[in-house]
């Protein structure tokens, strides 16, 4: 299958600072990419929606200013949280497609644990 | 928005003992994956089934879209086949996943 990859697996930062976390595609271009949280004994929930060359959307509830997402080329996608605090502390987990559209296999990054002190 | 329900929550079983587990959703999809959630927090893809069944290993998926509803047979369970397993579907391009099978296999 295809591979995507997040840097860093794991980080951990003093409350009120920024965290960059980086999603690749490695061998496929991925014009769309999708960022996930998942906290601890729950499911996945759909953060935004990371659009290469233009603004991403976010879903009810996930504040923009926070979780600044950038897909400046089709291969790399950046979530920085930002001024992070201890309720920020989550598994963050990033996906793309092969295939241009809405269709089509997902597949998901080894995934990003914030723990936030 | 389409709502996931799997069942059961959790499931506990002997190794070597088969299993089934469920997904039902609410409203047509174009996309339905299963994932296994390791230990260590990665989702490996199962199986990309909108419809139909397919087959891999011990593993087999069936997606029956017109009742809306997907089965994930594990056979001959082993140890490392303990973890959750999602179901994931989407009629928008955005994947939506249910809330999880945790599946332990006692030796």
């Known amino acids: 299958g295809a591979v995507v990859s997040q840097h860093p697996s794991r980080v951990i930062c003093k409350s009120g600072t920024s965290v960059k976390i980086e999603c690749r595609s490695l061998d496929f271009q991925a014009t769309t990419m999708f960022w996930y949280r998942q906290f601890p004994k729950q499911s996945l929930m759909l953060m935004a929606t990371?659009?290469?060359?233009?603004?991403?959307?976010?879903e009810q509830g996930v504040e923009k200013d926070k979780f600044l997402i950038n897909h400046a080329s089709l291969t790399l996608s950046t979530l920085t949280v930002t001024s992070a605090h201890p309720e920020d502390s989550s598994f963050y987990i990033c996906?793309?497609?092969?295939?241009?559209?809405?269709?089509?296999?997902?597949?998901f990054g080894e995934g990003s644990r914030l723990t936030v002190l | 928005g389409i709502q996931v329900e799997q069942s059961p929550p959790d499931l506990i079983l002997q190794e070597g003992a088969n299993s089934t587990l469920r997904c039902n959703f609410s409203d047509s999809v174009n996309n339905l994956q299963w994932f296994h959630q390791n230990p260590w927090g990665q989702l490996i893809n199962l199986f990309y089934i909108p419809s139909g069944t397919k087959q891999n290993g011990r593993l087999s998926a069936t997606t029956v879209a017109t009742e809306r509803y997907s089965l994930l047979y594990i056979s001959s369970s082993q140890t490392t086949d303990s973890g959750v397993y999602f179901c994931?579907?989407?009629?928008?391009?955005?994947?939506?996943f249910g809330q999880g099978t945790t599946l332990q296999v006692k030796p």
């Open positions: 990371s659009n290469e060359g233009s603004k991403a959307t976010y």
């Open positions: 996906s793309a497609r092969v295939l241009a559209g809405s269709t089509g296999e997902l597949f």
């Open positions: 994931a579907v989407s009629n928008t391009g955005k994947l939506i």
